[in-house]
């Protein structure tokens, strides 16, 4: 799991670059968050070998993300900054999957060793397992993973 934190905020930094990227939507198009605005909330629980983890990006594109072992009950925090580019595809991926009509599956699920999902996106949050997840947040979760 240390490899995994690490790989993501070497990857974070990596696509960050440095070249100037406009920080206002397009026109006509206010409700969407700037890049410096963009702020998600994700966490990912369960599984066979439960690892949890909860990635959360807030305003300026400063990430952090938190695990918690299986076998070492010690929570790891590592604080990266998300690139631009990183940020433009999630933006993306959650605005075409219309996550603001995405709706939380009814319960826990029927699946004892499934992963089970939150996700917080501006003042919306949809919960689901693994077998219950939605098809069009496919984009989205791939990202986030």
């Not at 996550?99 to 826990?108: D, E, H, K, L, N």
């Amino acid at each position: 799991m240390k490899r995994f934190a690490t790989a993501l905020a070497c990857l974070a930094v990596a696509a960050g670059g440095s070249a100037a990227v406009a920080e206002t939507p397009p026109d006509g198009d206010e409700s969407r968050p700037t890049v410096a605005e963009f702020a998600i909330t994700y966490e990912r629980s369960g599984g066979l070998s439960p690892m949890p983890y909860r990635l959360a990006i807030r305003p300026g594109r400063h990430g952090t993300l938190t695990t918690k072992g299986a076998l070492d009950e010690r929570s790891r925090t590592v604080r990266f900054r998300v690139g631009r580019r990183t940020v433009e595809r999630l933006r993306g991926a959650l605005e075409g999957a219309g996550f603001a009509t995405v709706t939380s599956a009814p319960g826990p699920g029927a699946c004892a060793d499934c992963y089970f999902y939150s996700i917080r996106y501006e003042g919306d949050e949809v919960s689901f397992s693994e077998v219950e997840r939605p098809r069009r947040l496919r984009a989205t979760l791939a990202l986030l993973d």
